[in-house]
């Protein structure tokens, strides 16, 4: 069975920090470049982190410098590790799969508390 299963969240203070996991399972992690997604209340799900095959990484200009993002294939799971939170960063946090158009997972959620 193909699925995502994003966990790690939680309630934090502004300033905490956050690990969030997401494991893999029917797909093979090392095929695909692999995204970090977020959707606050109202808005549209935006990217935040990236990486590719080969580990290259990109973020999104509110995220960079707090936020890192990591793969490892063996155990088929993708990290994003979350410091200084903001309240602003208080969203669903879903990883998917570049390669498969179709494929998220439920989420998971982080909130930042002023």
């Known amino acids: 069975q193909v699925q995502l299963v994003e966990s790690g969240g939680g309630l934090v203070q502004a300033g905490g920090s956050l690990r969030l996991s997401c494991e893999a399972s029917?797909?093979?992690?090392?095929?695909?470049?692999m995204g970090w997604y977020r959707q606050a209340p109202g808005k549209q799900r935006e990217l935040v982190a990236f990486?590719?095959?080969?580990?290259?990484?990109n973020y999104a200009d509110s995220v960079k410098g707090r936020f890192t993002i990591s793969r490892d294939n063996a155990k088929s799971t993708v990290y994003l590790q979350m410091n200084s939170l903001k309240p602003e960063d208080t969203a669903v946090y879903y990883c998917?799969?570049?390669?498969?158009?179709?494929?998220w997972g439920l989420g998971t959620q982080v909130t930042v508390s002023s």
């Open positions: 990486i590719s095959r080969s580990g290259i990484t």
């Open positions: 029917g797909i093979i992690l090392s095929n695909n470049r």
């Open positions: 998917h799969p570049e390669e498969h158009s179709g494929l």
